[in-house]
């Protein structure tokens, strides 16, 4: 192994590309005809939404009695999904503002793809709250507003907090990723040579003219955006979480929700971001930008943030024990050896076991290793709110009031669907949109910044 | 040919230390109306064009204070005027409660706002008529070239000599940049011009009408609304007698129900009957709550027969007057349980218990009403 030399900071982006190298690399898919794997890809996408429609229409039509909810577990696989598709996003948000703030450079090169994956990610979220209210067309209804029957919402509910936080989430991740699409919509507004996809890029760019006089607003608000939707992202999951922790079942009343689920959601966000990247790299050939050391990087944040729920799972156990609650220690050993069991060891597998190979450079670094890991994470993360839900509802107080659960084949439809609808959005994103940061990337490739003679 | 107007004088440099330095020389030359237009943000540029720093946090301060206080504000008169309601037990201003969603809409004012504010004020977009679009010069800046332009408003505006200063500063492709002539064939009704007016008229005015007036009041499904079950007040058509509402059975005794021996015969009730309740307190406050539900309706709160049914209607009768004073007790309740006139019967609906209950309390508010002067001593 060759020695590294520490004084040097390792290049965030790889050979020094000029700046018109780097314009013509990103914009290479919104210039050429889709290939053959792009068409392959998105026709699975669209048979998977096609077969979620099928789905969704027997729900729309006969209401939500077909999925596998019951009493007493009236939440099942629509909370699950709801959960872990906020999780998803949660990874895009943290890249583009929190290692911003940290100034994190080599966040530039993942930072619109994942920003775009959370935008995604948070529509498929909406989703499942949305129908699982059952007359979806009356979910206006959610929202505060002056209506005849002079009724408000009940502002001091967990459930109201989070229609409000997940639609400021979607909405600030939104404007977040606009503000930052704007000088990219300038710079292919240039360089374009086609008539409609200009007035489409002008439309967009609203006349970006690159003038300092606007940088120096614009580096701002991007502080500012990142400043806020820093707070935002830890408040999202923390809410989510309060959907169940503010009730009283076993399981659920515990004040370890909020940090556990927000490393949860960082946890399956940042494997399935890794998954994606991994595609998209190898595609668009941008491996001098999405470069190895991002995956690896990204590779040792899930070993964090998984260390972090692995804890949360053993700590349970513990405070179930030192609290001599009964409720809760009867609802832990249920969970790790009840009807439940499979999940619950599946979700320690893949979660606490799985990312422990990170630990290895050779492993950290190897792409089909990591892939596998980050899918098997994803799938742990997945069970993980699987076992938090379900399990705590089928088996609560009462032994009378015990009831098993089982998913139908429109609860795996719904599920279907979601996952059509993001792969669907992603691909269109790729073709569409540059899934790399113009402008961001060519100000931190080595040189292109002025060099400070005599230092600041 | 009209003489084109001149919008700036512009040049291109290679790189970030180029134009940074140009931008302090231009700075020490004296020129103030002049921008640098790079690729990416360059370090150090404001610094070196002497700007001053941005102003944008004020507004989202401004906008975040805004948001929670508008919050805060909107969740009490909810909880505290508008509607209060009793959640959990909890006090109607329970501000933890609060607090998630004056974060949530804190943060969605002042960073949506700050972005509204930063694109429409500071930057004054959309801008896409502006000179500088579709040049050389710009399609240049926007990809790897670091551009300066001394514009023409600038008090030292000249455009040779900017031309050899730029030159002397190692620019390259220094050009005129000119603004486009504003066409001067506007018409204001133009054919086109209208046919898209009137359409958009009628698009909007069509949207609004059918979203307003037929989509919110579509139900898509509503079997659970729609049931084959007789609703009360309806026609049957299963029944002889057309009515959906079926009395009971004949012979059907109610639970704790006491056939009145009296119906019919008010002379023997008024001789027989007494109250057969203790005269108390408790007593007093049963009756006055058969009385509220029962016969304030028609005859009043305080039984003085003013009621909004007064004047139209065979006029409920006050209870104060000498007549109903001066009937015994099995007289009142005899009328309460046999119904009188238009008075229908309440012996099905009001206990016996309670038609006792409702007599005292009668009695209570006649004397309210007719007070006596002794009343007053015995109460010194």
């Not at chain 1, 030399?5 to 050429?32: C, F, H, K, L």
């Not at chain 1, 889709?34 to 729309?60: C, D, E, N, Q």
């Not at chain 1, 949305?130 to 005849?148: E, V």
């Amino acid at each position: 192994m060759t020695a590294i030399d520490y004084t040097q900071e390792i290049p965030v982006v790889e050979g020094r590309p000029t700046a018109s190298q780097i314009d013509e690399v990103v914009s290479i898919p919104m210039n050429t005809k889709p290939g053959k794997v792009w068409k392959v890809l998105i026709a699975i996408t669209s048979l998977m939404l096609l077969v979620g429609s099928v789905a969704l229409g027997y729900t729309f039509y006969y209401g939500i009695g077909m999925w596998g909810n019951n009493n007493p577990v009236g939440w099942g696989f629509d909370i699950v999904n709801f959960v872990f598709w906020v999780g998803i996003g949660h990874a895009g948000t943290l890249i583009s503002a929190i290692l911003f703030l940290l100034r994190q450079r080599w966040r530039t090169g993942i930072a619109r793809f994942a920003e775009a994956m959370t935008i995604f990610a948070v529509m498929c979220a909406g989703l499942f709250p949305a129908l699982h209210t059952g007359r979806f067309w009356l979910d206006g209804y959610l929202f505060p507003y002056p209506n005849q029957n002079h009724l408000w919402v009940n502002f001091t509910s967990p459930l109201l907090w989070d229609v409000f936080a997940v639609s400021t989430y979607f909405t600030v991740s939104l404007i977040f990723w606009y503000v930052g699409l704007i000088p990219d919509f300038a710079t292919l507004r240039d360089r374009t040579t086609s008539k409609i996809k200009k007035t489409i890029y002008t439309l967009f760019s609203l006349g970006w003219r690159h003038s300092t006089r606007h940088w120096q607003h614009y580096e701002k608000i991007y502080v500012i955006l990142a400043g806020f939707a820093t707070p935002l992202v830890l408040s999202v999951h923390t809410i989510v979480s309060f959907d169940f922790a503010v009730s009283v079942i076993p399981g659920w009343h515990t004040t370890i929700f909020p940090p556990y689920f927000v490393a949860g959601a960082v946890f399956s966000g940042f494997a399935m971001v890794q998954n994606v990247l991994i595609f998209v790299r190898q595609a668009f050939n941008l491996k001098h930008i999405i470069t190895l050391n991002h995956l690896e990087k990204m590779n040792q944040v899930m070993i964090v943030v998984g260390m972090i729920v692995g804890y949360a799972y053993g700590m349970e156990f513990f405070i179930a024990w030192y609290s001599g609650n009964d409720f809760e220690m009867f609802t832990f050993i249920n969970r790790a050896l009840g009807p439940y069991a499979w999940a619950y060891w599946i979700m320690v597998t893949c979660n606490v076991v799985s990312p422990q190979f990170f630990w290895f450079k050779k492993l950290r670094r190897s792409i089909p290793v990591m892939f596998v890991i980050g899918i098997i994470v994803n799938i742990g993360m997945w069970f993980e709110r699987f076992v938090i839900i379900v399990t705590s509802l089928a088996r609560d107080y009462l032994p009378s009031s015990w009831g098993m659960y089982t998913p139908t084949i429109y609860d795996f439809g719904i599920l279907i669907f979601s996952f059509g609808l993001f792969f669907t959005l992603l691909l269109l994103f790729v073709k569409t949109l540059p899934v790399v940061s113009l402008s961001e990337v060519k100000a931190v490739v080595d040189g292109a910044q002025p060099s400070h003679k005599g230092g600041h | 040919m009209e003489e084109k107007k001149i919008f700036s004088v512009a040049a291109l440099f290679d790189t970030p230390d180029d134009i940074t330095r140009a931008a302090k020389e231009t700075n020490v030359a004296g020129y103030t109306k002049y921008d640098i237009n790079t690729p990416y943000p360059v370090h150090g540029m404001e610094k070196a064009m002497k700007l001053k720093p941005s102003k944008l946090g004020i507004i989202t301060f401004l906008l975040g204070v805004g948001g929670a206080t508008f919050a805060v504000l909107f969740m009490s008169w909810v909880a505290i005027v508008d509607y209060p309601l009793v959640i959990g037990g909890k006090p109607f201003f329970s501000w933890p409660a609060f607090v998630p969603i004056t974060f949530e809409v804190t943060v969605l004012s002042a960073s949506v706002g700050t972005v509204v504010a930063m694109i429409a004020l500071f930057f004054k977009f959309p801008h896409n008529s502006h000179p500088l679009h579709d040049t050389n010069y710009m399609k240049r800046v926007s990809s790897d070239k670091f551009g300066i332009n001394i514009v023409a408003i600038d008090p030292i505006f000249d455009e040779a000599k900017i031309k050899e200063f730029f030159a002397k500063l190692g620019g390259k492709e220094i050009e005129t940049i000119y603004e486009e002539p504003f066409p001067k064939d506007i018409k204001m009704f133009d054919k086109r011009f209208i046919g898209v007016l009137v359409l958009i008229a009628i698009v909007t005015a069509g949207t609004s009408y059918l979203v307003l007036n037929k989509l919110l009041y579509i139900q898509p499904f509503t079997w659970m609304a729609e049931q084959d079950k007789g609703l009360p007040q309806t026609k049957s058509e299963v029944f002889s007698d057309g009515f959906t509402m079926r009395p009971p059975v004949d012979g059907t005794v109610a639970r704790d129900y006491v056939p009145y021996e009296y119906k019919g015969l008010k002379d023997s009730a008024v001789v027989n009957l007494s109250n057969p309740l203790p005269f108390s307190k408790q007593v007093i406050e049963k009756g006055k709550t058969s009385y509220d539900t029962y016969c304030s309706p028609c005859h009043g709160n305080f039984g003085k027969g003013d009621t909004r049914l007064r004047d139209q209607f065979p006029k409920p009768p006050t209870l104060h007057s000498d007549k109903v004073r001066n009937w015994t007790d099995g007289n009142i309740y005899h009328v309460i349980t046999n119904g009188q006139n238009i008075m229908p019967s309440y012996d099905k609906q009001i206990s016996r218990d309670d038609r006792w209950a409702i007599v005292y309390y009668i009695r209570v508010l006649q004397r309210s009403q007719n007070a006596k002067d002794s009343d007053f001593e015995s109460n010194k």
